[in-house]
């Protein structure tokens, strides 16, 4: 079955240094999503992006937030100068439909120190 | 926005039983899917269920949408299936965007 893939799995960052998180989505969906999960609690919404644009963004999803589609495959999401409160999982999802099954990958593990 | 609730937070089963677990959302909802979050974080596509009745083995959910609310049924349970249970819905924006519920605990002891 076609999946999500998300690298890197875990990554440990100074507070102030810049992360991008990577995911491939699956390869005939259009429509691309990040959540994340603070530990403990909820999924929440980032920010959707469709027609190579952001399409809705939720108020997490700051100036220091910002999502590239740098080629037919990837989907990239850029944190510029990371706080420790960004600690968390981030999960990139894809659909191949606005109302269709969402589908997410395993996860980024972002640990900022 | 739309409200996700989720009941009951916690549940500790013995291996074997059956449970029901339900969400509840404040407006009509064009997706509603259930997902099983394992220990490692994985979240599980369970049902894209937005109205109707569905069944995967053990698993079964159903979403009642003019009264707003989906239930998910886990029958014979084993300890496999502990874990977090989420409920999200999509709103009429069109942008694909899910609202997720806080989750149901589910714990199944041997």
């Known amino acids: 079955e076609p999946e999500v893939t998300q690298t890197p799995s875990h990554q440990v960052t100074q507070m102030g240094q810049e992360v991008i998180l990577r995911c491939v989505p699956i390869s005939n969906h259009l429509y691309f999503y990040w959540y994340r999960q603070i530990l403990g609690q909820k999924v929440e919404f980032l920010v959707s992006f469709y027609n190579n644009e952001i399409s809705e963004k939720s108020e997490i999803f700051d100036d220091q937030f910002s999502v590239e589609r740098p080629d037919g495959s990837n989907f990239t999401l850029k944190i510029r100068s990371t706080k420790l409160e960004d600690s968390a999982m981030y999960f990139c999802?894809?659909?191949?439909?606005?109302?269709?099954?969402?589908?997410f990958g395993e996860g980024s593990w972002l640990t900022v120190v | 926005g739309i409200q996700v609730e989720q009941s009951p937070p916690d549940l500790i089963l013995q291996e074997g039983a059956n449970s029901t677990l339900r969400c509840n959302f404040s407006?009509?909802?064009?997706?509603l899917q259930w997902f099983h979050q394992n220990p490692w974080g994985q979240l599980i596509n369970l049902f894209y269920i937005p109205s109707g009745t569905k069944q995967n083995g053990r698993l079964s959910a159903t979403t009642v949408a003019t009264e707003r609310y989906s239930l998910l049924y886990i029958s014979s349970s084993q300890t496999t299936d502990s874990g977090v249970y989420f409920c999200a819905v999509g709103d009429s924006s069109n942008t694909g965007k899910l609202i997720f519920g806080q989750g149901t605990t589910l714990q199944v002891k041997p």
């Open positions: 999802a894809s659909s191949d439909q606005a109302k269709g099954t969402i589908y």
């Open positions: 407006d009509s909802v064009n997706n």
